[in-house]
């Protein structure tokens, strides 16, 4: 075969060749970005010819140089380095457009933080205190932690620890201080109180998944001190959408990019593909997305899980997102049938969905090493899926299903996954505002360790929210946001419910 005139066909076809004079991305950048969304669409054939067989004939010759490149999963596949080197190059050489370019630094993810009360310059010591960093070590006991301007300044024993004159000290004994906790799924929902009461609990930072960012205005302007905002713009959706007061509908495309940079120019830290949204336009958004340095989170639910992530998205919302990618085909299409024809089948589907799962499948155990590959993060939200026997309109069913999710989400941080914490904002077996408490709670019930559950979280979120180098973890130089609670989470998670103070960026929540 020969490659290079495989090569200059693929060129020749527009779809493939998209590069534009107005589209203000350096022509390098997005010949490779192009080739990697290429590369990704035609793994995702190649994977499923596989499963189908060697019945399955290659008539395209470009389809065929592209599945030839083995697994793309696999770190360093040679053949697939060649082939985005090639054809990068060639869609530079041969498009009138690709002048030199330097390249775009990497934009900082944006959040909107309101501090009505002026900080302090007093330094803020913490002494005697337990201290869980939200790094991966053990609790450390009788510790100092010193705050300066916003900033952790020192982290050290109480002995070797030098308070500076006139600093405000906290004995932190009996206490365990914490980083302050970041919530991936938090949604306002008109309750405008509702973030304010979620700081003073503890989360200094929620992340709106899929709301429009003018619907936090009032929040912005509030008086009270806010959690730090990290908000998404409202959900990208195909048509006939289930929350359209929440949603843009796009239909192609076009309809995409102007969608993702309207977000984008707004503020938007993420973007999630909400479940009508078909595969091929997931992929656009997560090529848009990238090209930006922002990362894709989904909610899935006729979209293939496993196809999503090939795709490229970052994260999955909700345990939900995965059941029918555990399913077997025809099982799964009738679920995606019933919801395509109409959005209210999710509400039992769903359980019915996830109490006939095997999750003991050979498809199960792929799908959750695809995840660890791709380095998707996962947030269960189980907290808003619980279902106990006893409570109100609920089957064996509803009980199977949600001790399914739990089972699955321990399976999955067992399996190297990324697991955070999401709270969804209100849920039945939890008091308004402490959604978050319970999720931790119920992630421990899933085979998390009370340490786990911390990390998931505090610096797992960080990540997830691609903000780690400033937020996360208790180090010097980070930004201090942090809890006190009263006992010790590590051994007890419902320690986390008896909160003592709170601090966001150096100042402490009234």
Request: hydrophobic fraction near 40%; include cysteine; aromatic fraction near 4%.
């Amino acid at each position: 075969m020969d490659v290079l005139q495989t090569l200059k066909d693929l060129i020749a076809i527009p779809s493939i060749n998209p590069m534009r004079a107005d589209s203000g991305e350096p022509a390098e950048r997005a010949a490779a970005d192009y080739t990697e969304s290429l590369l990704r669409r035609e793994h995702i054939d190649c994977e499923r010819q596989k499963e189908a067989g060697p019945s399955i004939v290659v008539s395209d010759p470009a389809h065929a140089v592209l599945c030839n490149c083995g697994n793309l999963e696999g770190a360093g596949n040679p053949m697939a380095k060649i082939l985005t080197g090639c054809l990068s190059l060639l869609l530079v050489f041969l498009n009138p457009f690709a002048l030199p370019q330097q390249p775009r630094p990497k934009p900082a993810i944006r959040e909107f933080l309101a501090l009505p009360q002026k900080r302090s310059s007093v330094p803020q010591a913490i002494t005697g205190v337990r201290l869980i960093d939200g790094r991966n070590g053990e609790p450390q006991t009788d510790m100092t932690v010193l705050v300066i301007n916003g900033r952790i300044s020192s982290v050290g024993s109480k002995k070797a620890t030098a308070i500076p004159q006139g600093a405000q000290v906290i004995d932190g004994s009996g206490m365990t201080l914490l980083p302050g906790l970041m919530d991936s799924h938090f949604h306002l929902d008109g309750a405008k109180t509702l973030p304010a009461l979620f700081l003073s609990h503890g989360i200094t930072s929620v992340r709106d998944p899929g709301a429009w960012i003018e619907a936090y205005q009032e929040v912005r302007q509030s008086k009270a001190t806010q959690p730090r905002l990290f908000l998404a713009g409202p959900h990208l959706d195909g048509t006939q959408p289930a929350y359209p007061r929440d949603s843009v509908v796009v239909r192609d495309a076009m309809e995409v990019r102007l969608a993702v940079k309207r977000s984008l120019d707004d503020g938007a830290s993420v973007l999630k593909a909400y479940f009508r949204l078909p595969l091929a336009l997931i992929e656009e958004v997560t090529r848009l997305a990238h090209a930006r340095g922002i990362p894709v989170t989904a909610h899935l639910e006729i979209v293939d899980a496993g196809d999503a992530i090939r795709a490229g998205i970052d994260g999955i919302e909700h345990a939900t997102s995965v059941g029918p990618a555990l399913l077997p085909p025809r099982e799964a299409e009738a679920y995606r049938q019933a919801v395509l024809a109409d959005n209210g089948a999710r509400s039992a589907g769903r359980y019915r969905v996830w109490s006939q799962i095997d999750l003991k499948s050979e498809r199960a155990d792929r799908l959750l090493k695809l995840m660890v590959s791709r380095n998707v993060t996962l947030s269960p939200t189980l907290a808003v899926f619980e279902r106990r026997p006893g409570d109100r309109d609920i089957t064996d069913m509803h009980v199977q299903g949600f001790r399914q999710m739990l089972t699955f989400t321990g399976q999955a941080k067992r399996a190297g996954v990324r697991v955070v914490v999401g709270s969804h904002s209100s849920v039945a077996h939890a008091e308004r505002g402490w959604a978050y408490q319970r999720e931790m709670e119920l992630l421990v019930e899933a085979g998390l360790t009370p340490m786990q559950a911390i990390q998931a979280g505090t610096l797992e979120n960080a990540k997830f929210f691609r903000v780690d180098d400033r937020l996360g973890s208790i180090e010097a130089g980070k930004q201090a946001d942090l809890l006190l609670v009263e006992g010790d989470p590590s051994q007890d998670i419902s320690a986390m419910r008896r909160v003592k103070r709170v601090m966001i960026d150096g100042v402490w929540v009234e």
